[in-house]
C-alpha cells in the first residue's frame, strides 16, 4: 500500500490532480508539497515482487505463442488512480500521431509530457530494482532501461483506432542495444470486451491468434521481443465516443542478445492477418486528400473531426 495521503494540483487545463506530498517542504512544479513519503516502496510494490520473482519463471517461459506474463492489479490502485488522472487527453499535448493503414494511435516519449507523478513511476519502473525483478522473472540478466522511452512512454487510442500486428523494431537507435523486453501497464478503467482492443499475440507463421489480452485498468504486461513474437490490437476500437485505450510502454535492452532471435537489424515489421488489413479507411482517405488540398490550418481541424 501507498503510505503516503495525496495533495492535489492543476495542469496547465485547470484539471485538478492527485498528487503525493513531501516530508519537507518541496516546490514540484510550482506546486508546494509536504507530509510524504518517497520511498521507493510508494511506488514499487516490493515484497509482492519478491513473491511473484519466486514462481514466475515458469509461467512466463511456458507462455504460448512466446514467453509472457500477465500481473492483474499489480501496482498500488491510488497510485495507478494518479497516472490515469493526469494522462493527457488526445488534444491536451503535442501527440506524435500515427495515421497509415498499418496504425491509427498517438504517443509521446517526452517527459514534458509526463505528469509529476507519472514521471516519478517510470523513472521507478526503469530502476534497477525493477529491472532485477524483471529479469529474475524473463532470465534475461543485465536489463537495460531506455531513458528516452523511445517509441514507449504515453500510449493512446481513440475511438476507430489500431495497431497492426507486427514484430517491433530490434536495435535501440541512438544506443546500439538490443531490445529484449515490452513492459506495458493499462489504464482503462470500465473498459467492456465488446469495446475490442485485445492486445493479440500470434504464432510465428501468422497462421493464428493464440492469445488475447483485455486492456483492463492496472494489468501489467511483459513479454519478449524477437523478430517473430508477432503482436499488435488490429481491430478498430469499439469504445464509446470520448473513451480512449490508454498505456504506458516501457522497453527493456541487453548488450547482445541470442543468435537464433534476429534475422538482421529492422524497424518495425507489420504482418497482416489477411488481404484487408492495411486497407485505409474512409476517414483516412479523406484526411489525406485534405491534407493534399486544404491549407494546413484547415486540415488540421478536419483531421480532428475525421
Given at each position: 500500500?501507498?503510505?503516503?495521503?495525496?495533495?492535489?494540483?492543476?495542469?496547465?487545463?485547470?484539471?485538478?490532480?492527485?498528487?503525493?506530498?513531501?516530508?519537507?517542504?518541496?516546490?514540484?512544479?510550482?506546486?508546494?508539497?509536504?507530509?510524504?513519503?518517497?520511498?521507493?516502496?510508494?511506488?514499487?510494490?516490493?515484497?509482492?515482487?519478491?513473491?511473484?520473482?519466486?514462481?514466475?519463471?515458469?509461467?512466463?517461459?511456458?507462455?504460448?505463442?512466446?514467453?509472457?506474463?500477465?500481473?492483474?492489479?499489480?501496482?498500488?490502485?491510488?497510485?495507478?488512480?494518479?497516472?490515469?488522472?493526469?494522462?493527457?487527453?488526445?488534444?491536451?499535448?503535442?501527440?506524435?500521431?500515427?495515421?497509415?493503414?498499418?496504425?491509427?494511435?498517438?504517443?509521446?516519449?517526452?517527459?514534458?509530457?509526463?505528469?509529476?507523478?507519472?514521471?516519478?513511476?517510470?523513472?521507478?519502473?526503469?530502476?534497477?530494482?525493477?529491472?532485477?525483478?524483471?529479469?529474475?522473472?524473463?532470465?534475461?540478466?543485465?536489463?537495460?532501461?531506455?531513458?528516452?522511452?523511445?517509441?514507449?512512454?504515453?500510449?493512446?487510442?481513440?475511438?476507430?483506432?489500431?495497431?497492426?500486428?507486427?514484430?517491433?523494431?530490434?536495435?535501440?537507435?541512438?544506443?546500439?542495444?538490443?531490445?529484449?523486453?515490452?513492459?506495458l501497464l493499462y489504464l482503462?478503467k470500465d473498459w467492456r470486451?465488446?469495446?475490442?482492443?485485445?492486445?493479440?499475440?500470434?504464432?510465428?507463421?501468422?497462421?493464428?491468434?493464440?492469445?488475447?489480452?483485455?486492456?483492463?485498468?492496472?494489468?501489467?504486461?511483459?513479454?519478449?521481443?524477437?523478430?517473430?513474437?508477432?503482436?499488435?490490437?488490429?481491430?478498430?476500437?469499439?469504445?464509446?465516443?470520448?473513451?480512449?485505450?490508454?498505456?504506458?510502454?516501457?522497453?527493456?535492452?541487453?548488450?547482445?542478445?541470442?543468435?537464433?532471435?534476429?534475422?538482421?537489424?529492422?524497424?518495425?515489421?507489420?504482418?497482416?492477418?489477411?488481404?484487408?488489413?492495411?486497407?485505409?479507411?474512409?476517414?483516412?482517405?479523406?484526411?489525406?486528400?485534405?491534407?493534399?488540398?486544404?491549407?494546413?490550418?484547415?486540415?488540421?481541424?478536419?483531421?480532428?473531426?475525421?
Amino acid at each position: 500500500m501507498i503510505a503516503f495521503p495525496f495533495a492535489t494540483y492543476r495542469t496547465a487545463s485547470g484539471a485538478r490532480h492527485a498528487l503525493p506530498n513531501w516530508p519537507e517542504y518541496l516546490a514540484v512544479e510550482g506546486v508546494t508539497l509536504v507530509n510524504s513519503d518517497l520511498t521507493i516502496a510508494s511506488f514499487l510494490p516490493l515484497a509482492r515482487m519478491e513473491e511473484v520473482a519466486l514462481t514466475a519463471r515458469a509461467s512466463y517461459m511456458g507462455a504460448k505463442p512466446f514467453p509472457h506474463i500477465i500481473f492483474d492489479n499489480f501496482f498500488d490502485s491510488d497510485l495507478i488512480e494518479s497516472v490515469l488522472a493526469e494522462f493527457p487527453k488526445p488534444d491536451a499535448i503535442r501527440w506524435q500521431t500515427f495515421d497509415s493503414a498499418h496504425e491509427i494511435k498517438l504517443a509521446s516519449a517526452a517527459e514534458a509530457s509526463f505528469g509529476p507523478v507519472t514521471r516519478l513511476f517510470m523513472y521507478h519502473l526503469n530502476s534497477i530494482t525493477f529491472l532485477e525483478f524483471v529479469g529474475r522473472i524473463t532470465g534475461i540478466d543485465n536489463l537495460i532501461p531506455d531513458p528516452s522511452f523511445e517509441g514507449g512512454g504515453l500510449h493512446q487510442i481513440v475511438r476507430g483506432g489500431k495497431l497492426g500486428v507486427h514484430a517491433d523494431f530490434n536495435k535501440h537507435r541512438k544506443f546500439d542495444l538490443d531490445r529484449r523486453l515490452n513492459l506495458l501497464l493499462y489504464l482503462n478503467k470500465d473498459w467492456r470486451e465488446e469495446y475490442g482492443g485485445h492486445l493479440q499475440l500470434w504464432d510465428r507463421n501468422m497462421s493464428q491468434c493464440e492469445a488475447k489480452v483485455l486492456p483492463i485498468f492496472n494489468r501489467v504486461m511483459i513479454f519478449g521481443t524477437t523478430d517473430f513474437t508477432y503482436h499488435g490490437h488490429p481491430d478498430p476500437l469499439q469504445c464509446p465516443e470520448g473513451m480512449t485505450r490508454k498505456s504506458l510502454a516501457l522497453y527493456y535492452f541487453s548488450n547482445g542478445r541470442p543468435a537464433d532471435e534476429v534475422s538482421g537489424e529492422h524497424s518495425t515489421i507489420f504482418r497482416e492477418r489477411d488481404k484487408d488489413d492495411f486497407r485505409l479507411t474512409s476517414a483516412q482517405r479523406l484526411r489525406r486528400i485534405a491534407r493534399d488540398v486544404l491549407p494546413p490550418i484547415v486540415a488540421r481541424k478536419l483531421r480532428r473531426l475525421l
